[in-house]
């Protein structure tokens, strides 16, 4: 059974840091994407991170360029979202999911439960 499961959600300030984990589990992911997407109170999810597997590509979102970093540990079967310069904008749920697509969403998947970060000014 595929499990991915986030952490390193919390309360950061402005200007802070926060580093997201997400560890994967249940079966290999060759040819698909890692992705971080958030979803703020009231908006729909919207795409932040992606990076393939072999972590041979990676994608941003304009909204977090430049104020994020995405990477995996493949030996841990883990991925990272770093977070830099937060911003209280940045506060939302954030996913880790992985799917065949850079930021298409499908049916097929695969989404962790959530962890919540929270921006102070």
């Known amino acids: 059974q595929v499990q991915l499961v986030e952490s390193g959600g919390g309360l950061g300030q402005a200007g802070g840091s926060l580093r997201l984990s997400c560890a994967a589990s249940?079966?290999?992911?060759?040819?698909?994407?890692m992705r971080w997407f958030r979803q703020a109170p009231g908006k729909g999810r919207e795409f932040g991170a992606a990076?393939?597997?072999?972590?041979?590509?990676?994608y941003y979102a304009d909204s977090v360029k430049g104020r994020v970093t995405i990477y995996r540990v493949n030996t841990k079967n883990t991925g990272y979202l770093q977070m830099n310069s937060l911003k209280p904008e940045d506060t939302a749920l954030y996913y880790c999911t992985v799917g065949q697509f850079v930021m298409a969403i499908r049916p097929r998947d695969y989404w962790g439960q959530g962890t919540q970060v929270t921006v102070s000014s």
């Open positions: 249940g079966r290999t992911f060759a040819k698909y994407y």
């Open positions: 990076i393939t597997w072999d972590a041979d590509s990676i």
